[in-house]
C-alpha cells in the first residue's frame, strides 16, 4: 500500500483541533477556541490566509515574521522544487556542498565586517552558537541582555530572555545579567566586574517594540571592546529588510562582532538559522583540524534550506522589499498617528519599517474609563487582547500582542504589503477603538468571557 499524503489530510480534514488536544500541546486549542481564534485555514497566499468557507485573513503576523515574501512565493516555491529535482548528496556530512557556501557568500555580502557564517536550523540555535563562540573566544562566562528582550527558549538561549515568565522552573541557567534597554551606565557597571563575555541585544525589541537609543550601539561596543568583550545583534525576527534596513543595527553606524538571523531566511519554507561572525572569532573556536566538529549539527546546511534561502534573499533583492517595508511602514505610522490624534486610548505609536507596537492607555470617557478600569483590575495586557480578538473577529486581521503584561500590540506583515492593506488595518483599527472610546458592550462581552475563563496568558506566542 502506497504513500499518498492528501488522502492521509483528507481523512483527519476538520480534526486539526482535536488532534492537537489529544496529541500535542493542549493549552493551544484551548486558548484559540476560548478567543474565538479556532479556524481552519487551508492555505496561504501573499499577504493573506484563508479559511475553509473562502474567507480571507490579513496576516499581520506573518508567522512571526517568517513570510517576509509572503505566503506561497512562485520563486520560493520553484527554488525548492528544482532543488529536489536535483537529487543533492544531502548531509554526507563529509563533504562541501557548493550550495551552502553560495548562500553564506550572499549572505555576507550584506553585512560588511563580517566573514564566517554559521547555519543551524532556527532562530534559537543561532543565539546558542552566538552565546558559545563568543564565550569561547573571550574566555569568559557571563552574558548581559536587555530587559525585555527575547532571544529564543532553549536553555543557553534562555539564560538571556528577559521575560522572567519563561524562566520559571526551567533552572539553573548559564550565568546572564539584565541591564535596562540602552543604559550605558548600566553596561559599564556590569563590564568593571570583568566576567563579561557579551552583551547580546535586539536593536529593535519585538517584545514591546521597543528600539535602542541612537549612538547606544556604537558606544556600547567601544565599551564592550575595552573590557574584552562582544556586542551580538540579534536580527532573528527584525532583520533581512523588516525595519527598512537589511539589518537594523544599520540604523546606527555599527558594525558587530554577531549577528544572528533566521526566520525570514527560510522564504516561508525550511526552516534555516544562521550565525555571522568574524574570522577571528571564528578562528578561535576552529582553531585546529581536531576542533573541525567541536560546534555543529546533523542537519546544517542542508540543501532544501539553503535553496530557501538563496530564493529568499533573491526576491528580497528582486522586488524590493527592504524598500517597500520602509515605504509602507511610513504610510502605517502616519495612519496610525492620525488615530492616535482622535483616540486618547492610543498612548505610543512607535517602529522601524514594519515591525510597528500600538501602545494603549486609561481613556477619558467615563464609560471607556470603567471597562479600562475592568479588564485593568482582571490582568493588565487584557485591553491589547481585546483589540487583537476584535480586529480578527470584525475584520479578519490577524495580529498579536506585543508582551506578557503589556498593553501593546504588535504588526509585523509580510514585506510586500501595498496600500490596501494599509488601509485596511487603518481602518479596521478605527472602527475597533471607536467602539471602545464609547465604552458600549465590547470591552465588558470581551471582559466577562475572558475572566470566565481564567484566560490568564498573553495571546499565542511571543517570539
Sequence with gaps: MGFDLGAELAAVRGQGYDLHSKYLNPQLPRTLHTIGFDKDYVRGEGAYLYDAEGNAYADFLSGFGVFAAGRSHPVIKKALQDAIDMDFAAWTQFDCQPIMGLLGQKLLAKAPGLERVFFCNSGTEAVESALKFARHSTGKGRVLYARHGFHGLTAGSLSVNGAEEFKAGFGPLLPGTEIPLGDIAALEAELRKGDVAALIVEPVQGHGVLMTPPGFLPAAKTLLHKNGALLICDEVQVGLGRTGRFFSYQYDDVQPDIVTVAKALSGGYVPVGAMLTTDKIFSSVYSSMDKVMVHSTTFKGGPLAMAAGLAALAVIDDEG???????????????????????????????????????????????????????????????????????????????????????????????????????????????????????????????????????????????
Excluded: C
Design 321 to 463: 522589499l527592504v524598500e517597500n517595508a520602509e515605504r509602507r511602514g511610513a504610510e502605517l505610522m502616519r495612519g496610525l498617528e492620525g488615530l492616535a490624534a482622535k483616540y486618547d486610548l492610543i498612548k505610543d505609536v512607535r517602529g522601524k519599517g514594519l515591525i510597528i507596537g500600538i501602545e494603549f492607555g486609561r481613556p477619558s470617557g467615563l464609560k471607556a474609563k470603567a471597562g479600562w478600569a475592568m479588564l485593568q483590575k482582571a490582568r493588565v495586557g487584557l485591553f491589547a487582547q481585546m483589540v487583537v480578538v476584535a480586529l480578527f473577529q470584525r475584520h479578519r486581521i490577524l495580529t498579536q500582542v506585543s508582551g506578557d503584561h503589556m498593553e501593546v500590540i504588535k504588526l509585523i506583515p509580510p514585506l510586500m504589503i501595498g496600500e490596501a492593506e494599509v488601509k485596511l488595518f487603518v481602518d479596521g483599527l478605527a472602527d475597533v477603538l471607536d467602539d471602545a472610546s464609547k465604552g458600549s458592550g465590547l470591552m465588558w462581552d470581551f471582559g466577562r468571557t475572558l475572566i470566565k475563563q481564567a484566560v490568564r496568558q498573553p495571546l499565542v506566542g511571543r517570539t
